[in-house]
């Protein structure tokens, strides 16, 4: 073994064109730092400057256009437009020339291998929006109390800051299956061999577990995005009004129940419908782990392969019309929670 | 953490003068103290496995992490060696690909939360035509499948010069404005839910009495609903910046993998071979390509207090 | 809606500032200008592929802009769809490439490339594997061989094995190792997204081997059905290796569909040895130099190519390779494709090793870097019957289900039939153009 000081000496340095970066790219940088949100305060202020030299009666009319305008226009371009294409091309056949009807959702909805892809949605549905929810917001309620909150926020975080790229190698030391007659390198067969003395386990193919464990590894990723974002929603919560309810004598778990949960209550549920929407087009987990196979395949990358491998953009097109489709009850539960806040205030 | 019995248990981070005098509260606080410690270490400590087994894997030699498990390596004879981190930060392009990460990513979480910003506010405090519906299309659009978006959207920007490689006045390569759009475009939908979430509960007394002193819209905005919403914005800008920073397959759609251009991501993947050969690269790139969303991270984590509304509520 | 474009027009000068500037490269005498190619190799084979490249830059002034992913069909064929594609592209696999040449998306090669010398230093297979109905699109510049058995000569000494000659000696020496108390085969099929690949060269191998090349090109062209006898022989047969619940292998089947490709051949270097026979291309060989203790080529490890099946069809070997398509037609892309043919190019590439073997017959067989390289292009010279891989020429959605069917049939032989059945449905859509 080398000295570590050794070893950090013959660190090579970052290969660095000082000259280009201190010449073009800083410049380039700086500007484009200084540069954006001047235009998007310039925008919003100007607009609003213009706004008022309207008569009086139709501001309110205008106003708010000019707020939600950029965004409609953005998403309009970036995400509507194809979309209209993509629904349009779920009715024609994979030539995009004969119009099929509902020939394409009933084609794929009655194919053999279809029944898997649902049910292992159904458990994405229900498993892990459940789970990243539990433990989200146990984690945000918990650290929220104890001196070293921001060490566990930061190592909870942690995940969602390693890119999907090193996914699949970061698993294989967590559910990696050696022989029997060899050392386990995975902790979990490691765990179940020498401490449970069981057999180990092929965690990622054997389909009586691995729906679970590719869960599972969407739930270790997303719970830090839940805890923040509930986290967030704590820190709202007016001292005074958690201070008054233990003045009247109540208990945490009583001010939990009566006071914490319904006021984040509108957090929640846009954490739980994010995270609804995150279930049904899941992609990343499946598509490194298994690519689908071992009965793990998935709405959203059964619809890459079509789209890809096949070249089947009727298909594709129309797997993600259904997957839109799915999005509405969803949606319908959030209209209701939003009226239910503004008829509170 | 101590046992709570005797001493006084650990302050959760608000503490009144009326809880201080409880003391029957506190013993019963205390015992709860330590198991909430408990709880709260326990689900840390599962959470980390799998990062801590990344990070000791990033100290081993190459074959090591398939031949014996990485908990092997806390035990002596010590084998730990820079290797990896060596052929990381070795990389010829290292440094070019930092910089266009911080290129695609610093505007391409700003414009987006800009925007957002700005609707949010009117989905949650103007009335118009179609509020409701427009918003609920909008939480739908999270579920477009971002593939089915690049043929028609790298088409259009094509057309419209904004492919890599064009060069806009300035110098600036037109790949990078295709790429801030369109991750304005998927950022979108979350960030305006997210936000008009966090503005919608704001009290509305404040609005009226703003209002009363005769403050306009853009004054409302920017003294009152953005200081307010510090720790939505600060999740948002946490979240829209990592998507970005660690997003491989749109920079590789609308800006390419040549070297001027790629982001990080590209070239940590490039390390390995094609067919893996060399995978444990991977570990120390994870941690190199982590450093900079931690940083955001860090540097945001002080706008998560408690109290930002104090006051402005009647008890 | 004019105001965000306006915005954005703003947006660009406000944050680019004015200095537009346009310099133009004018190396006198050189073509100049950049060549923007698209490919799968990263790490070493990158810098391969860069001091290949070094030589063709030096001469003709043209810059190489190279980008690399590993979901080349994704990125290619968007881009092409797009309007926006790369000039040339090197791609593992032929099938995305035969249905964007029969869309019309690709210049054909016949009038760009120089085809009187390309005849001249190329074998004919090499130049008909390049063209799609008739017509020239593609060029390999390098070859892979596939369907070798890695092994450990100690190992084999030690216990008085002999390397098997026939499919006969195959077999005998299975048994052999079994009767020893020993594994015969190692077999390691995981890869991520194309997992179930590397038993997918087992079978083709055998179905040339076993069946001939008539057999195996109706085979990949979607003329002949997946449960015809003779497909399901070759898997039968391998079924035969692989032994029932397979028994010949070490780990057995769990091993086999959870262990990376790359790590199978670990197993061939234990002390005792956890197998003995390794099947895998000559590129494994970069895997090897990763394994601790590294293992050295010669001493520690030896090759055999696998026995003919039936003896008519001695001599057939398996390639692979990528194969370079003009994406774009540019003086700068015909000027590069032009360089890969040339005996130049592959040679600075078969010296960098990598198992990567010459196709211009002009490189000389000493230029390998080592014996066993060498020898493995001894063999490619020497083949008499070599096709291409067929799962990468087939259409890569039938080429998925292959490889998802390997990982089916190993964990239960028994289902071969409906196996098959299911792999001849997606044989009836894959093929169509799309």
Sequence with gaps: ????????????????????????????????????????????????????????????????????????????????????????????????????????????????????????????????????????????????????????????????????????????????????????????????????????????????????????????????????????????????????????GANEITIFRRVILPLMMPTIVVVG????????????????????????????????????????????????????????????????????????? | MSVATA????????????????????????????????????????????????????????????????????????????????????????????????????????????????????????????????????????????????????????????NSGNTLPGGLNAGFLAIWIAHTGYGLPFAIYLLANFFRVLPTDLFESAEIDGAGPVTVFFRLVLPLSVPALASLVIFQFLWVWNDL????????????????????????????????????????????????????QRYFVRGILAGSVKG | MGRLTRILAAMAIIVLGVTACGTSNQASGKIGGTVHILGTWTGAEKDSFDAVMKPFTDQTGIKISFEATR?????????????????????????????????????????????????????????????????????????????????????????????????????ALQDKIKADGGKPYCVALESQAASGWPGSDWVKEIVLSQSGPTVYDNWWQGKQKWTTPEIKQAWTTWGQILGSNGSNVYGGKQYMVATTFGDGGQGLFTSPPKCYMFNQGSFITSFFDGYTPKPTAGTDYAVFPLPDVNSTNAGAHVVAGDAFVMTKDTPQARALLKYLATADAQDIWVKRGGGKIAINKQVSLNDYPDAISKSLAQIVVDTKIARYDAGDLMPSDMQKAYWGAVLKFVQNQSSLDSILADLDKTQATAYASP
């Design chain 3, 71 to 171: 979901d080349l069909d994704a990125i290619l064929q968007t881009k092409i769809a797009a309007g926006n594609p790369p000039d040339v592209t090197g791609a593992p696999g032929i099938g995305t490439l035969i249905k964007l040449a029969r869309a019309g998306k690709l210049p054909t090669l016949d009038d760009k490339l120089d085809v009187s010398q390309l005849n001249a230093n190329y074998g004919a297979d090499w130049i008909n594997l390049g063209k799609i109905d008739g017509k020239l699109y593609t060029l390999y510049a390098w070859a892979s061989l596939k369907g070798l058995i890695w092994y450990d000569p100690k190992a084999f000494a030690a216990k008085g094995y002999e390397v098997p000659k026939t499919w006969a000696d195959l077999t």
């Design chain 2, 7 to 162: 001493s006084p248990p650990t302050a959760p981070p608000v503490r009144s003068a009326a809880e201080k005098a409880r003391w029957s509260q506190r013993i019963s606080a205390g015992v709860s103290s330590a198991g909430l410690n408990v709880a709260v270490l326990a689900l840390t400590l599962a959470w980390i496995v799998p990062t801590v087994g990344l990070l000791i894997n990033s100290f081993r030699p190459g074959g090591a992490f398939n031949t014996s498990g990485w908990w092997t390596a806390l035990a002596p004879p010590y084998a730990f060696t820079l290797d990896s981190y060596r052929a990381v930060l070795g990389a010829s392009d290292l440094a070019p690909s930092f910089f266009n990460s911080f290129m695609i990513t610093i505007p391409a979480t700003l414009i987006p939360t800009a925007i957002a910003a700005f609707a949010a506010y009117a989905f949650a405090w103007m009335k118009f035509w179609g509020r409701n519906w427009i918003f609920l299309a909008l939480v739908g659009l999270l579920a477009v499948p971002l593939q089915l978006t690049f043929i028609p959207l790298l088409t259009l920007a094509v057309k419209l010069g904004l």
């Design chain 1, 1 to 248: 073994m080398d000295g570590s000081l050794g070893l950090i000496a013959r660190m090579p340095v970052l290969q660095v064109d000082w000259g280009t970066l201190v010449s073009v790219n800083l410049p380039t940088l700086l500007f484009v730092i200084v540069g954006v949100p001047l235009v998007l305060v310039g925008y919003i202020v100007g607009a609003d400057v213009l706004v008022r030299r309207l008569p009086k009666r139709s501001q309110p009319m205008v106003r708010p256009w000019v707020w939600v305008g950029p965004a409609i226009l953005f998403v309009g371009v970036i995400l509507v437009y194809p979309m209209v294409g993509t629904i349009v091309r779920s009715f024609f056949d994979r030539h995009g020339s004969t119009f099929v009807g509902l020939g394409n959702f009933t084609r794929l909805l009655t194919d053999g291998g279809i029944l898997i892809v649902l049910r292992n949605n159904l458990l994405w549905l229900i498993l892990y929006p459940g789970l990243v929810l539990l433990f989200g917001l146990l984690l945000a309620v918990l650290a929220d109390r104890v001196r070293y909150e921001k060490t566990v926020k930061t190592l909870i975080f942690m995940p969602l800051a390693i890119s999907f790229v090193a996914m699949a190698i970061i698993w294989q030391f967590v559910y990696y299956y050696k022989d029997p007659s060899e050392p386990q390198t995975g902790i979990v067969n490691a765990i179940l061999v020498n401490i449970f003395h069981g057999q180990p386990i092929t965690w990622v193919q054997d389909t009586r577990f691995n729906n679970f464990a590719l869960i599972l590894i969407g739930v270790w990723g997303a719970t830090g995005f839940a805890m923040v974002i509930l986290s967030a929603a704590l820190k709202g919560i007016p001292a005074e009004l958690l201070e008054a309810a233990r003045v009247d």
């Design chain 2, 249 to 300: 397959l749109v920079a590789l759609i609308y800006l390419g993998g040549t070297p001027e251009v790629a982001p990080l991501t590209v070239t940590l993947t490039n390390l390995v071979g094609s067919l893996g050969q060399h995978r444990e690269y991977l570990t120390a790139a994870a941690f190199v390509s982590m450093v900079v969303p931690l940083i955001v991270f860090f540097s945001l």
């Design chain 1, 273 to 345: 419908t994010t995270m609804v929407i995150f279930a049904l087009k899941a992609f990343d987990v499946v598509y490194v782990m298994t690519a689908g196979n071992y009965n793990t395949d998935i709405l959203a990358r059964r619809m890459y392969d079509e789209l890809y491998s096949a070249g089947n953009y009727a298909n594709a097109s129309t797997l993600a019309v259904i997957l839109l489709l799915a999005v509405v009850p969803v949606l319908i539960f959030n209209l209701r929670q939003f009226r239910a806040v503004e008829e509170r205030r």
